[in-house]
């Protein structure tokens, strides 16, 4: 299995342009690919905002059960508000990840979360968007990491029209 393999799974998600936020952030850090259930979303697809074409990047696929989707040998992360849930700050992410988000409007199926290895929340005054969610989840695991730092790795990543200096 690869270096910090990361893998997202999305139980139901309803929104188009919610999931095509979430393909921009798997992109931008690295996830390899989402899994939904439900119908919602293949119902809303063709209706989406991914502006970046991430859903041709990066596999997008529909499945029945996100359990039997887990990479074999990554440890399964679900992030739900939940009592007894792990505050995201104090998380220590495994090196190969299968992260869980429930939909916008519920919560996570309570087997499912029995099922994961780990249960993390966001400590939030209330719930955030799906795709903010799945945002700060990938930012949090980046944060903690040992990731590239150097002048070319900005070069690189920035806008092609973004040709700014700090100093």
């Known amino acids: ?31 390899s690919s989402v899994f939904y259930t439900g119908n919602r979303y293949r119902y809303a697809k063709e209706f989406n905002a991914d502006t970046q074409n991430m859903h041709q990047k990066i596999p997008t696929i529909g499945v029945d059960d996100l359990l039997a989707m887990a990479p074999k040998g990554a440890k399964k992360v679900v992030v739900e508000l939940v009592e007894g849930a792990v505050p995201l700050p104090d998380y220590q992410h495994p090196q190969n990840a299968f992260y869980i988000f429930g939909p916008e409007d519920a919560s996570v199926n309570p087997e499912l979360v029995s099922a994961c290895d780990d249960v993390v929340y966001i400590p939030t005054h209330g719930s955030m968007n799906l795709a903010a969610t799945v945002n700060v989840v990938l930012y949090d695991r980046l944060a903690k990491s040992d990731f590239d730092r150097s002048i070319e790795f900005v070069q690189q990543s920035r806008d092609n029209n973004n040709r700014l200096k700090a100093f």
């Open 1 to 31: 299995m690869n270096k910090n393999f990361v893998c997202i799974g999305l139980q139901n998600p309803k929104s188009a342009s919610n999931v095509a936020s979430i393909l921009r952030a798997a992109g931008c850090y690295g996830a």
